[in-house]
T-cell receptor
Framework: SQTIHQWPATLVQPVGSPLSLECTVEGTSNPNLYWYRQAAGRGLQLLFYSVGIGQISSEVPQNLSASRPQDRQFILSSKKLLLSDSGFYLC?????????????FGPGTRLTVL | AQRVTQPEKLLSVFKGAPVELKCNYSYSGSPELFWYVQYSRQRLQLLLRHISRESIKGFTADLNKGETSFHLKKPFAQEEDSAMYYCALRGSGNTPLVFGKGTRLSVIA
């Protein structure tokens, strides 16, 4: 069966520090991968998605970036964190099939920028 | 542009009462609509999708193309239904889901 992992679970970082959040998927090949941010009152905001290694689509311009160095690994990064980057970050995967393509979500990372 | 609107941030109902979580969408083509749910301390997960025409945990949702709506309904709310509910839309092709801002349902005993 397929599983998705995210780490760390929680993170407290000072403003201006770098960020690296990791997401890995097991039990499937060539998944579509997604990064979302869940903030109070703003719902679920899509940040990046990837349909293959090295292919990244950015939905929202900001100081975050994403990379997919391996088929089942998706990394969210920042060189310098802002206060506004605080939030709950969710990674998700799907098979990318037309029709009823279900997205499966990871447990999330709670990021607090102080 | 694809857009999903959930007008209610918070909805409180009594146990046993009917519940309807509203969702309206904006999309020029034929969309696929979904409802996702996040229970306390659990992962966000799929509840149901319109093409399946299924009832999950007593919830149903009908796609109304004329009103561009996909409201989630349940005739008798239970306390375990308390959760955050997100409506989502997927356009044509291999595109990601677009989510609404979510509605928190609170079922009061």
């Amino acid at each position: 069966s397929q599983t998705i992992h995210q780490w760390p679970a929680t993170l407290v970082q000072p403003v201006g520090s770098p960020l690296s959040l990791e997401c890995t998927v097991e039990g499937t090949s060539n998944p579509n991968l997604y990064w979302y941010r869940q903030a109070a009152g703003r719902g679920l905001q899509l940040l990046f998605y990837s349909v293959g290694i090295g292919q990244i689509s950015s939905e929202v311009p900001q100081n975050l970036s994403a990379s997919r160095p391996q088929d089942r690994q998706f990394i969210l990064s920042s060189k310098k964190l802002l206060l506004s980057d605080s939030g709950f970050y969710l990674c998700a995967w799907s098979l990318g099939l037309a029709g009823a393509d279900t997205q499966y979500f990871g447990p999330g990372t709670r990021l607090t920028v102080l | 542009a694809q857009r999903v609107t959930q007008p209610e941030k918070l909805l409180s109902v009594f146990k046993g009462a009917p519940v309807e979580l509203k969702c309206n969408y904006s999309y020029s083509g034929s969309p696929e609509l979904f409802w996702y749910v996040q229970y306390s301390r659990q992962r966000l997960q799929l509840l149901l999708r319109h093409i399946s025409r299924e009832s999950i945990k007593g919830f149903t949702a009908d796609l109304n193309k004329g009103e561009t709506s996909f409201h989630l309904k349940k005739p008798f709310a239970q306390e375990e239904d308390s959760a955050m509910y997100y409506c989502a839309l997927r356009g044509s092709g291999n595109t990601p889901l677009v989510f609404g801002k979510g509605t928190r349902l609170s079922v009061i005993a």
